[in-house]
């Protein structure tokens, strides 16, 4: 069985690649493949996936006090499960991406090498307004286009009310988190082969 999860991990590795420019200039292909993955959800959630790409997780870092608290008790709370991507990439150039948390529960990522990939993401990503604009600017296009569950009209409303508010992190909305259960990490996609490594 560990051989198998290894060789698992090994093609995440393929296809989340460690080899990339410093900033991608679109979330187009993300976005698209997020609403694929994850048909339920709502504006709210796009606009989420677009300020986690571009503003990291310092602010969670600062909001949600011990770190370590956190992952410790998420862990103890879910069980372990290979059935989510290990990795999905909020950026086309993998620059930030999500870790499932039950997926690194299941191939044993130790608890210490997800805390401390979270802390050097805190430390390590400027959080960017501008790129969030670029980021919902692609949203707004997409709606314009027709390939995305919403109208364009809805998408800049609600946009625009966050640009009112200065752009403030957002929770899932309920549908979203009633339906999916998100548990999950926002990291340095630098950090994946590292935490790949650090597998028991």
Do not use: W
């Amino acid at each position: 069985m560990l051989r198998k999860k290894t060789m698992n991990l090994a093609m995440f590795a393929l296809i989340i690649g460690f080899s990339a420019p410093l900033y991608a200039q679109t979330i187009r292909q993300p976005i698209q493949e997020e609403v694929q993955r994850y048909p339920k959800l709502e504006i709210q959630d796009l606009y989420k996936f677009a300020y986690q790409a571009a503003m990291g997780n310092a602010h969670f870092v600062r909001d949600s006090g011990t770190i370590a608290d956190d992952v410790l008790h998420q862990l103890s709370r879910i069980n372990a499960s290979p059935h989510e991507p290990l990795f999905i990439a909020l950026t086309t150039d993998k620059r930030i991406v999500r870790l499932s948390l039950r997926t690194a529960k299941y191939y044993g990522i130790p608890p210490t090498a997800i805390i401390n990939a979270i802390l050097h993401t805190a430390r390590n990503v400027k959080p960017s307004k501008t790129l969030l604009e670029t980021f919902l600017m692609d949203i707004e296009k997409l709606a314009d286009d027709s390939l995305l569950p919403f109208s364009h009209t809805a998408v800049r409303t609600y946009f625009q009310r966050m640009k009112e508010q200065q752009y403030p992190p957002v929770h899932h909305s309920k549908t979203f988190i009633e339906t999916y259960d998100p548990v999950y990490y926002i990291i340095d996609g630098t950090l994946c082969e590292t935490l790949l490594k650090s597998i028991r």
